[in-house]
């Protein structure tokens, strides 16, 4: 276990001959004092060539034993800043630390740290025995190729390489006729024990072809666990399965995670599995990151427009808005009277546009008055212990909106609603920047 200390990282890509059309989401020059450089940047000129910015000024510490989820859509930069960490990409500038080492320069090998891939990265050829074995053979040959104060020892570079063949030549052998050597042996104690704990003692003498989707991702997590590593990368692994394996096999993941108190990353475009997953939660968009916080805290106090939207299914509704002072919100078709402690937030907002941010569930269907809007049915989804509705403003058919009523409440398309907000749930946010104005007060 380990902390993660990712250190103003930024990553360029420079721009590709007949891309001079093609607008990134993020093109601006790159922001780095040469204090920042890592010794992997110097190799790199970014004035010959325009530059992609891909990340920008990432900052964040994930702490010994913290489950941290990254989650954003597509594009965003989250599976990139997860390989510069991994190692598989080099960092443009910044710096990364596990525990107490920079690893800018180490390869992935020497990082200590454990992958698990979207598509399960597993040996077709090999049973899941050997799949979960291989990474550990690895290792325990690298560490006999030298001996005591690193010299090479002869004899025993002998003896291991007879051991070595012997433990090849035996190892499709019944179980009783096979050589197993004390690192064999070694590693066969460590594969049953994560074997026992995912589950899947009974998988160990198939083929990876003979396993269903589930059942290759705990493969695939118990070889990074069998290594021991000081971090766990995860990036995706869950969206090959469907909805019910989905939830399962999320649900082993974070007891298996608080098990072996392994400082784990993780990275995600679906917010369900964010919220229920991780201590805290980096939303990014466009290479940056946009809040880091618990995953209550940004339902509840979203830093930007861009959270609200992107945390929460349905996402937040947003409707354009004017203060009027002390404390009223003024609508086309409706406005709502404030509570106090928003007096002093919105004194710096005066005379600029204003987004009004309501859930779904705060809305709520109700009688005509001078506080309530008129909304048109769009569509109604009943999903048996909720239902949502679409609806249009009846006087702005371009302004859509979803509420959720209770199952109680029968409604249908075409009919017209009157629509009630709860004002000591809503949300405001600056027109133009989407920032927080309770956040940013």
């Not at 190729?145 to 433990?167: A, C, D, F, Y």
């Not at 690192?183 to 995912?198: C, G, H, N, P, Y």
Request: charged share 20%; with cysteine; net charge positive.
């Amino acid at each position: 276990m380990a902390k993660v200390v990712v250190e103003n990282v930024y990553k360029s890509y420079s721009r590709r001959e007949g891309e001079e059309n093609f607008t990134p989401v993020a093109t601006e020059s790159l922001v780095a004092s040469s204090s920042q450089l890592s010794s992997t940047q110097t190799k790199s000129s970014s004035k010959s060539s325009p530059q992609v910015n891909v990340l920008r000024n990432i900052n964040f510490t994930v702490d010994d034993g913290e489950f941290m989820v990254l989650v954003g859509p597509s594009g965003c930069g989250k599976s990139t800043l997860l390989r510069i960490i991994a190692g598989l990409e080099e960092l443009t500038a910044g710096n990364i630390w596990i525990g107490k080492s920079l690893v800018n320069d180490l390869p992935p090998k020497a990082r200590d740290i454990a992958m698990v891939f979207q598509n399960y990265a597993l040996y077709p050829h090999l049973k899941v025995y050997d799949n979960i074995a291989f990474g550990l053979r690895r290792t325990s040959s690298q560490k006999g190729r030298t001996g005591e104060g690193g010299q090479k020892n002869n004899s025993k570079m002998i003896s291991k390489w007879l051991e070595k063949l012997l433990v090849s030549a035996t190892r499709s052998l019944p179980r009783n006729f096979r050589y197993l050597s004390a690192t064999e042996k070694e590693i066969d104690r460590q594969i049953k024990s994560v074997a026992s704990l995912l589950q899947i003692e009974t998988l160990l003498h198939r083929l990876p072809k003979e396993l269903s989707g589930g059942q290759k991702q705990r493969v695939a997590l118990g070889r990074a666990i069998a290594r021991n590593p000081q971090v766990f990368l995860m990036d995706e692994p869950l969206s090959n399965l469907d909805a019910k394996l989905r939830a399962d096999t999320r649900a082993q993941i974070v007891k298996l995670q608080r098990q072996l108190g392994t400082t784990t990353i993780y990275v995600t475009h679906d917010q369900t599995e964010a919220m229920t997953m991780g201590d805290r939660i980096a939303v990014m968009n466009q290479g940056k990151i946009q809040q880091i916080a618990p995953p209550l805290e940004i339902y509840h106090q979203p830093a930007n427009r861009f959270v609200a939207e992107f945390i929460g299914s349905p996402p937040m509704n947003f409707l354009p808005v004017e203060w009027v002072a002390p404390l009223t919100l003024k609508h086309p078709q409706f406005s709502l009277t404030l509570p106090p402690h928003w007096s002093q937030p919105l004194q710096a907002y005066q005379g600029r546009s204003l987004l009004l941010g309501v859930r779904p569930q705060h809305f709520y269907l109700s009688d005509a008055s001078q506080e309530n809007f008129r909304a048109i049915i769009d569509l109604v989804e009943a999903l048996g212990n909720e239902t949502y509705i679409s609806v249009h403003l009846a006087e702005d058919i371009n302004c859509n909106l979803q509420i959720r009523i209770p199952t109680e409440q029968f409604v249908c398309t075409g009919k017209s609603i009157n629509v009630s907000i709860d004002v000591n749930k809503i949300h405001l946010f600056v027109g133009d920047s989407g920032e927080s104005i309770l956040l940013n007060s």
